[in-house]
């Protein structure tokens, strides 16, 4: 090994590693981080890589004076926390769709099958870990990859160890997030309007009809509506935005001007009898109604379209990469005669002999939705090879832009693709073969996940001394344990949302996009329910949007898919983080101090999404649990909301709450880089 690459700990150093404190502190926080990017998923289609603020929590813990441990258990306790975010961000995407897939007036799930969900974060997780293991040091090592989050994460333990943590203000930022998220939530003591929105009528227009020779067609009066939501005052979502950027917050937002200020007008505008053609209560339904449904029905699948072609794009763009990785991945990689402590991992034999143990209760499953032995063999067949395969794929793509970066849904969506036409070319169709194409997908989603995060924490260990076959064990019980955890949070999401008036997942609260993406292509392949027309315009408009080279057309249709305060607030939180670039550039920040301002940045804004979505999950589980509880607003007050609140002053208080966010994303981030590094 260079120079350069010699480890923190050396290889024969031998010191306390898989202890039972660092597996149960990392289960803990995978639980908890978990259900925290669950809320998250689900409200904005996105995840937050849990890398960083693991790290930071875990040097925290093993600081208090009894629970002391050295920097390899913090590694250990950091690798098994990771497994919530990359375990839920695999649900999220995927297992929503049971839920949303309807095939002639018959539903798949109506609720959370919380034993089938359980063993498909199971074995999908697992087969993650078993995958990539034997990949480890091909990619890790051989491949010379960058790995920009994994050494990013590296540095920060390697610091905690001199005493600079952050961890106060991780913390902090997540205690603002809770008191925010309490003073907003419906469930809550609301204090301020999270969002305020409004319809506006267009003035009624009469458009002349002719033909190509200008001869009298008709006259047709016009009369839509445009509706408009301010961004939500969101911790969670402003952090997100503040992580990702101005520019991709930015593209993510022009998405939502499209779909709400563009096409959802326009379809209203063109189609001057819709209101009439639909009811409510015997009645039209009220603009704003109308507008919903117009967006829901007819603008989200046309989106659907978009993502496809985005998709398709992504892979397109990086096909030499994968082509790389595939080659790369395969390639057997160098070895040592007798390893060393940190090339050490688990036996070869005992990963095949693993992988072909968890492909029974797989098929088993396959079977239970497909109804079908030939179905469910040709699933498991195809869940193995491009389970395996993406996998491999996915942990060099995360080598090469990191775990924020990698592609996913693109390579889920390929998954799930191949999978509906080979169930419709061996017979399987209908709501059986949807929910087994939905499977396929979702085993396959949580494989790539669980793999990329665990190659990124390997190359964190391999720069620590971390010994690999202990991490990789790590990695497997914290997916065992999580994958029966992990349900609670979205059944409390979703059912709290039924409790509260909504539709629960699919529900403008809980919009899944990409859920909503796999279900609408299982649906409309297999169960033969395509909005075909939709998808063709959404897909023409992506064509278009590649020929002009506009900069990520799968975050355009995302932005389309979702609310626009939920949008607005992503790009709420870029402009902050443009403005807190250019105070730094103005300090003449540069080098270790630009370093410390941007560790700094991305610490607070995960810390806000912690509190925010950890609190949300709570209020949300506080409504599911007890009939008697409504709100704190309730419990406190004996009214469902404060008078003012509904009123302008809400909307003007929720001013104070934005600038709170503002001060803790800017000031904060600013102080520390001004600051020599010390113990924090």
């Known amino acids: 090994m260079k120079e350069a690459e010699k480890p923190y700990v050396p290889a024969d150093v031998s010191m306390a590693e898989l202890t039972i404190k660092a597996v149960v502190l990392g289960v803990v926080m995978a639980a908890v981080l978990g259900a925290a990017n669950a809320y998250l998923g689900f409200k904005a289609g996105q995840t937050v890589s849990a890398t960083f603020p693991a790290a930071v929590l875990a040097l925290a813990a093993f600081r208090l004076p009894f629970f002391r441990g050295t920097v390899l258990e913090q590694n250990i306790a950091r690798t098994a926390a990771t ?56 990619l890790a090592v051989d491949a010379g990859l960058p790995f920009p989050e994994s050494r990013a994460c590296a540095e920060i333990v390697k610091a905690g160890q001199q005493g600079e943590s952050g961890a106060r203000y991780v913390f902090g930022a997540m205690g603002l997030g809770m008191l925010l998220q309490v003073c907003k939530d419906s469930a809550g003591l609301r204090l301020f309007r999270e969002s305020v929105d409004f319809v506006r009528e267009l003035p009624a227009s009469v458009i002349h009809h002719f033909d190509s020779s200008r001869n009298a067609l008709g006259d047709v009066a016009h009369k839509g509506a445009i509706a408009f939501a301010t961004p ?54 009220p603009p704003g109604e109308v507008i919903y449904s117009i967006w829901y029905n007819e603008v989200r699948p046309i989106a659907v379209g978009a993502m496809l072609v985005g998709a398709c794009k992504t892979m397109w763009g990086m096909r030499a ?52 032995f030939a179905g469910a063999a040709v699933a498991t067949v195809v869940m193995l090879a491009l389970g395996f395969l993406f996998s491999a794929v996915g942990g060099y793509l995360v080598g090469l832009v990191g775990g924020s970066n990698q592609p996913v849904s693109g390579l889920t969506l390929s998954a799930l693709i191949v999978a ?16 087994a194409v939905l499977a396929v997908a979702a085993v396959v989603c949580c494989a790539i996940c669980i793999s990329g995060s665990l190659i990124q924490d390997l190359k964190v260990g ?83 949007l590649i020929l002009i080279k506009a900069p990520s057309v799968m975050l355009i249709a995302v932005g389309m898919y979702l609310p626009l305060e939920t949008s ?22 540069a080098g270790p101090g630009r370093e410390r301002f941007e560790s700094m940045g991305a610490l607070v804004a995960s810390g806000l999404i912690a509190g925010e979505s950890l609190t949300g999950v709570v209020l949300a589980g506080m409504v599911l649990v007890s009939d008697r509880f409504r709100s704190l607003t309730h419990l406190v007050f004996g009214v469902d909301e404060l008078a003012w609140v509904a009123g302008p002053a809400g909307a003007w208080t929720s001013l104070l709450a934005l600038a709170a966010i503002v001060w803790v994303l800017v000031k904060i981030p600013l102080g520390h880089a001004r600051r020599q590094p010390s113990s924090s």
């Open 420 to 435: 509906a036409l080979l169930m419709v070319g061996f017979g399987v169709t209908g709501l059986q073969g949807v929910g």
């Open 321 to 372: 990469s994968i082509g790389s990785a595939f080659r790369g991945a395969l390639r057997r990689g160098s070895h040592e005669e007798r390893p060393s402590r940190i090339e050490h991992d688990l036996s070869a034999r005992g990963v095949l002999l693993a992988i072909v143990g968890l492909t029974v209760p797989m098929c088993w499953i396959y079977w239970r939705f497909s109804h079908s």
């Open 568 to 589: 607005g607030a992503i790009f709420l939180g870029g402009c902050i983080k443009k403005f807190a670039d250019w105070r730094a550039e103005r300090a003449g920040l």
């Open 83 to 138: 497994v919530g975010e990359g375990l839920v961000a695999g649900a999220i995407f995927t297992i929503p769709a049971f839920l949303l897939v309807s095939v002639n007036g018959q539903r798949l799930w109506t609720s959370f099958d919380y034993w089938q969900t359980s063993f498909i974060l199971l074995v999908g997780g697992v087969l993650g870990v078993l995958f990539i293991a034997p990949l480890r040091r091909t």
């Open 232 to 285: 939500s005052i969101s911790p969670a979502l402003t952090g997100v935005g503040y992580i990702i950027g101005f520019e991709l917050g930015a593209i993510n937002f022009a998405g939502g001007v499209l779909a709400w200020l563009v096409f959802i007008p326009l379809a209203y505008f063109v189609s001057p009898d819709l209101a009439q053609k639909l009811s409510v209560h015997g009645g039209p339904p």
């Open 462 to 544: 391999q720069t620590l001394g971390g010994t690999p076959w202990k991490m990789e064990v790590a990695e497997i019980i914290a997916t065992v344990v999580t994958a029966f955890v992990l349900v609670f949070p979205m059944v409390i999401l979703h059912e709290s949302n039924i409790r509260q008036g909504g539709i629960g997942i699919g529900d403008r609260a809980l919009p899944a996009p990409q859920a909503g993406l796999m279900a609408q292509l299982a649906q409309g392949i297999v169960g033969g329910e395509m909005p075909w027309g939709l998808i063709l315009f959404g897909m023409a408009f992506a064509v278009a």
